[in-house]
């Protein structure tokens, strides 16, 4: 007989950002999920930030697939209409940056996706079942565009077309997310500027006319132009995952105008509210201040993997990153800093070498000082209510120091409940929380070696002052030969594994 599934006896519980409360989670469909999440504009390198916020939906995604739901999980590029300061004015982002690198927009996207894709890899998230661009779905957007004017919902003015909030607003209810009101916002918004083709400052462009100058434009109804940025996320969405679907994710930042604006074309255009969960994922902090290129004050990922910051002390692995930041509620702040990263390591290294131990312990005919069921139970409380991970590893630790006893002799376990316990591990430790097991031993050779090749580097450069370059040459032929390639650049040599 086929064992049912997980879901059938867990009631998972869910943070409605549209309700302010903890619901109950009932799919659409009995067993199946859509979930969308708004993804990366690829115009640079993926920030901490976002990562934090695709780490947080990994986990959820994976919790998911272990209560036994099949999810589909759409999470889009965006590689077009995504202007400067999320506003409906000012350059495309991407089509900025081509301009500035002397590279086609295309170029840029391609680099800054592979980079994305690259660094999600390394803090081992899973990838969607779908990415779709928006490049991808300018034909859909264009039909979306229609229907919303033939709805009485968007107006045409000088080859744009704009979302009508107010009209909207009369049958709808725009601000339901974000919690704020029409009125409310009227009353605080500046008279529009003369060029502008907007009736009220609140409408949003569903498509822009393209400025001579701008690059990425496709033929429309309406002009040579491009799509308004919230509009991909409605046309991929639906679809993908249909005209309702059942948890929308992303950033905090995003829920207004962006997650706003999507409400409202998914109602305007197909008369129904489109999602059911919306969930927002909240941000980070650097030694308590807020990340900013402009004070510095900032963390890249590639920094966190090589320690070449001025904000930390070593490198971190990435899996030891991401159990750091799964050591947070997704909604809460989560503050990074030297010191907590290395405080979570140890942390780190003590489950993995717990987890080790459990592989070879003594059994016993019954267990003693411990409840594993209970144990059991208590973590997949702490993941229904609201993903807890923070509260799931506080138990991994009950465990932890229950393996620990046991090995001191202090404690017993069966040899029933040593499978279980094992098997329990294992599914919250690697499927669930995403976590590689690389031991303390791996890391501690590996901060070894790059310590000896930066010694052979200060070597081959004393050399080379010295004019013998004999042997700076084979310093460096000979680490090529075992894969060490060393790079010249203005800030000294750096190297890389071949
Ligand atoms: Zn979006």
Known sequence: ????????????????????????????????????????????????????????????????????????????????????NDADEGEDKVSKKARLEQLEPMEIVQRYTLDFHNILAKFNNIPPSIEPTATGHIVEQIEIIKTIIDNGFAYEANGSVYFDVKKFNE????????????????????????????????????????????????????????????????????????????IHGGGMDLKFPHHECEIA???????????????????????????????????????IFSGESDKLNKAFAPTVARFFMLQAHYRSILDFSNDALEASEKGFYRLMESIGTLE????????????????????????????NSPILIAKLFDAVKFINSIKEDKATISEADHKLIQKTMNEFVFDVLGLVNTNEASSDISDKLSGTVELLIQLRAEARANKDFA???????????????????REGTSFTLN
Not at 286 to 291: I, N, Y
Not at 479 to 488: F, R, V, Y
């Open 1 to 84: 007989m086929a064992v049912a599934p997980l879901y059938k006896t867990q009631e998972l519980k869910i943070y409605n950002s549209i309700s302010g409360q903890k619901e109950v989670f009932t799919p659409i469909t009995e067993g199946n999920i859509g979930m969308y999440v708004c993804g990366p504009t690829v115009y640079s390198n993926v920030h901490l930030g976002n990562c934090r916020t695709f780490i947080s939906f990994d986990l959820i995604y994976r919790y998911l697939k272990h209560l036994g739901y099949k999810v589909r999980y759409v999470r889009n590029i965006t590689d077009a209409g995504h202007l400067e």
């Open 265 to 303: 074309q998914g109602e305007a255009a197909c008369g129904v509210t489109p999602v059911n969960y919306w969930m927002h994922a909240n941000m980070l902090t650097l030694d308590g201040k807020k990340m900013s290129k402009s004070t510095g004050n900032i963390l890249s990922p590639a920094e």
């Open 360 to 387: 070879n312990l003594k059994i016993n005919k019954v267990t003693e000082g411990f409840d594993v069921q209970n144990w059991i139970n208590e973590c997949y409380e702490a993941m229904n209510d609201d993903f």
């Open 171 to 246: 049958t709808n209810n725009y601000g339901k997310l974000s919690g704020r009101n029409l009125e409310d916002m009227i009353a605080n918004t500046r008279e529009l500027t003369a060029q502008s083709d907007k009736k009220n400052p609140q409408d949003f462009a569903l498509w822009k006319k393209a400025e001579p100058e701008h690059i990425m434009r496709w033929p429309s109804p309406w002009s040579d132009g491009f799509p308004g940025w919230h509009l991909e996320c409605t046309v991929m969405s639906t679809k993908y995952l249909g005209e309702q679907f059942d």
């Open 471 to 489: 042997t700076s040459d084979k310093i460096r032929d000979e680490l090529l030969a075992m894969g060490i390639q060393l790079k010249d650049g």
